[in-house]
C-alpha cells in the first residue's frame, strides 16, 4: 500500500511537470523570442492585407507595439485593451468591442494557466520533498522517474495524435479550440472589420502551435532522457 501510494505522488508529480513544461513551452514562444512577432507580420504581409481589408495603413513599429501591448494586457500586467496607435496618420484605438470582448477571455484563460503553474511548482516541490523524506533520496529518484517516464509517454502519444490532425487540417483543430475553451462564441471575426484578425492570421496561429509544440516536445524528450538515467541510477 505505502508502495502504490508513493508510485501514485510519482505520477501526479510527473503530470504537474508535464504541464509546467507546457505553460513554459507556451510563455518562451509567445514572450521570451521578441523578434517572432514582427517575423509573422512580414511573413504574412499583414499590412497589406490591412490596407485591403481595411483601408488602414500602419507602420511595423506600431503595429509590433500593439502587439506588445496586448501581451502585456494577457499577462494581467495591464488594466485594459486600450491600445491607441498611428493609423492613416490619426492616432486611433486599435481594437473594437468585440475584440476586447474576446481578449479578456483569452486573457482569463493566460492568467488561470499561470496561477496554476505556480501551484503546480509548489505541489512539486511539495512531493518531491515529502517523498525524500520518507523514501530517502534514492528511492524519492526511482519513484519520480518512473512516473515521469510513464506520463510522458503517454502524453507525447497524445501530442503526436493532435500533431497528426493538425497537419490534416489545421482550421479544423483550430475551430475545436475555440469551441471548447471560448463557447460563448466571440472569437469570429470578419477581416473587413477587424484588426486583430488581420494582424492575427490562421497562418499566425498554425506557426505559432508548430513552435510552441516543437519546445514543448524537446524539452519533454530532455527530461524523458533525463529520467532514464536517473531511472538507471536507482536500479543500480
Given at each position: 500500500?505505502?508502495?502504490?501510494?508513493?508510485?501514485l505522488l510519482?505520477?501526479?508529480?510527473?503530470?504537474?511537470?508535464?504541464f509546467i513544461?507546457?505553460?513554459?513551452?507556451?510563455?518562451?514562444v509567445?514572450?521570451w523570442?521578441?523578434?517572432?512577432y514582427?517575423?509573422?507580420f512580414?511573413?504574412y504581409?499583414v499590412?497589406?492585407?490591412?490596407?485591403t481589408?481595411?483601408?488602414?495603413?500602419?507602420?511595423m513599429d506600431d503595429?509590433?507595439?500593439v502587439?506588445?501591448?496586448?501581451m502585456?494586457?494577457?499577462?494581467g500586467d495591464?488594466e485594459n485593451?486600450i491600445?491607441?496607435t498611428?493609423?492613416?496618420?490619426?492616432?486611433t484605438?486599435?481594437?473594437?468591442e468585440?475584440?476586447k470582448?474576446?481578449?479578456?477571455?483569452v486573457?482569463?484563460?493566460?492568467?488561470?494557466?499561470?496561477?496554476?503553474?505556480?501551484?503546480?511548482?509548489l505541489?512539486c516541490?511539495a512531493i518531491?520533498?515529502?517523498?525524500?523524506?520518507?523514501?530517502?533520496?534514492?528511492?524519492?529518484l526511482g519513484?519520480?522517474?518512473?512516473?515521469?517516464?510513464?506520463a510522458c509517454?503517454?502524453?507525447?502519444g497524445?501530442v503526436?495524435?493532435?500533431?497528426?490532425?493538425a497537419?490534416?487540417?489545421f482550421?479544423?483543430?483550430?475551430?475545436?479550440?475555440h469551441e471548447?475553451f471560448f463557447?460563448?462564441?466571440n472569437?469570429?471575426?470578419?477581416?473587413?472589420?477587424s484588426r486583430?484578425?488581420?494582424m492575427l492570421?490562421e497562418?499566425?496561429?498554425?506557426?505559432?502551435?508548430?513552435?510552441i509544440a516543437?519546445?514543448f516536445?524537446?524539452?519533454?524528450l530532455?527530461?524523458?532522457?533525463a529520467?532514464?538515467?536517473?531511472?538507471h541510477?536507482t536500479?543500480?
Amino acid at each position: 500500500m505505502r508502495h502504490h501510494l508513493r508510485g501514485l505522488l510519482g505520477i501526479v508529480f510527473a503530470v504537474l511537470l508535464i504541464f509546467i513544461t507546457f505553460v513554459t513551452s507556451f510563455e518562451a514562444v509567445t514572450y521570451w523570442t521578441p523578434s517572432f512577432y514582427r517575423d509573422e507580420f512580414e511573413h504574412y504581409q499583414v499590412l497589406d492585407d490591412m490596407q485591403t481589408w481595411m483601408g488602414d495603413e500602419m507602420t511595423m513599429d506600431d503595429l509590433c507595439d500593439v502587439m506588445h501591448q496586448t501581451m502585456v494586457y494577457l499577462r494581467g500586467d495591464r488594466e485594459n485593451l486600450i491600445v491607441e496607435t498611428t493609423i492613416n496618420g490619426s492616432t486611433t484605438e486599435f481594437y473594437n468591442e468585440n475584440e476586447k470582448s474576446h481578449m479578456a477571455d483569452v486573457r482569463k484563460l493566460f492568467v488561470i494557466c499561470l496561477v496554476v503553474r505556480s501551484l503546480a511548482i509548489l505541489s512539486c516541490i511539495a512531493i518531491a520533498g515529502f517523498l525524500i523524506v520518507v523514501a530517502g533520496p534514492r528511492d524519492a529518484l526511482g519513484y519520480l522517474s518512473r512516473g515521469f517516464i510513464r506520463a510522458c509517454l503517454l502524453i507525447l502519444g497524445l501530442v503526436a495524435v493532435i500533431a497528426f490532425l493538425a497537419m490534416i487540417d489545421f482550421t479544423r483543430v483550430f475551430t475545436a479550440f475555440h469551441e471548447i475553451f471560448f463557447s460563448q462564441g466571440n472569437w469570429m471575426f470578419d477581416p473587413r472589420e477587424s484588426r486583430m484578425i488581420n494582424m492575427l492570421p490562421e497562418g499566425f496561429f498554425s506557426d505559432c502551435a508548430l513552435r510552441i509544440a516543437s519546445t514543448f516536445v524537446g524539452a519533454m524528450l530532455a527530461l524523458l532522457v533525463a529520467s532514464g538515467f536517473a531511472r538507471h541510477f536507482t536500479k543500480a
